[in-house]
């Protein structure tokens, strides 16, 4: 069973910048870390939980929601099973709770952008204005 933890959310204030770790562990039936793509999705109060980045299982491709690309960089560390979200240029719209999700695909470039059955606790992002 994949385990996910999230680390590195905190209160910040706007202009700030971020880094958000995932540390991933427990695959079974042989896959491991590069056999998955990861992503992090994020959940405003009141909202629903919704797309912000992913990263193929290779780490070749990477994919954005509109309202993070140019701001957030995702990357994956695979020697020691890791995924990165570097948040910069964070603003209110940014505060959320930050999930890590896994997902097992067969194609190492693939950057699927829903779909992650495996996820994390999350973590707090607050940014006040």
């Known amino acids: 069973q994949v385990q996910l933890i999230e680390s590195g959310g905190g209160l910040v204030q706007a202009g700030d910048s971020l880094r958000l770790s995932c540390t991933f562990s427990g695959p079974t039936f042989g896959s491991t870390f590069s056999h998955y793509a990861m992503a992090w999705f994020r959940q405003a109060p009141g909202k629903e939980r919704g797309f912000v980045a992913a990263i193929s299982a290779s780490g070749d491709n990477t994919e954005y929601a509109d309202s993070v690309r140019g701001r957030f960089t995702i990357s994956r560390d695979n020697a020691k099973n890791t995924v990165h979200l570097q948040l910069n240029l964070l603003n209110d719209e940014d505060t959320a709770v930050y999930f890590c999700?896994?997902?097992?695909?067969?194609?190492?470039?693939?950057?699927?952008?829903?779909?992650?059955?495996?996820w994390g606790r999350g973590t707090q992002v607050t940014v006040s204005s």
């Open positions: 999700a896994a997902r097992l695909v067969s194609l190492s470039s693939a950057v699927p952008t829903s779909r992650y059955y495996d």
